[in-house]
Nanobody, 127 residues
């Protein structure tokens, strides 16, 4: 299995930027599709972005498209989420997640598909 640890969250004003990181350990990182999810107060966990094992394919939720960029560095066993033009509605706990089903594409975005999760990092955007 793979262990995931997020970092980089914090408090930022609307319009600002943050870069989240997800450090992976355990099995071979490049064997896993990766994703970012978030859960705001009183809301269900929702998909934010996904990236394929090679990094060649990505997928974004409509709410973050054009503002967020997902990337990964397999040599460093790390994944990133660059978040620009942040809005108060982006406030949430952000989680990185992984699954090892190579036959699935990044179009699969349901949380139940992902087997491994980090503990989450809080992002708060003030207005």
């Amino acid at each position: 299995q793979v262990q995931l640890v997020e970092s980089g969250g914090g408090l930022v004003q609307a319009g600002g930027s943050l870069r989240l990181s997800c450090a992976a350990s355990g099995r071979t990182f490049s064997n896993y599709h990766m994703g970012w999810f978030r859960q705001g107060p009183g809301r269900e966990r929702e998909f934010v972005a996904a990236i394929s094992r090679s990094g060649g394919s990505t997928n974004y939720a409509d709410s973050v498209k054009g503002r967020f960029t997902i990337s990964r560095d397999n040599a460093k066993n790390a994944m990133y989420l660059q978040m620009n033009s942040l809005k108060p509605e982006d406030t949430a706990v952000y989680y990185c997640a992984a699954h090892g089903r190579p036959w699935l594409t990044v179009a699969v975005t349901t949380p139940a598909t992902f087997d491994y999760w980090g503990q989450g990092t809080q992002v708060t955007v003030s207005s």
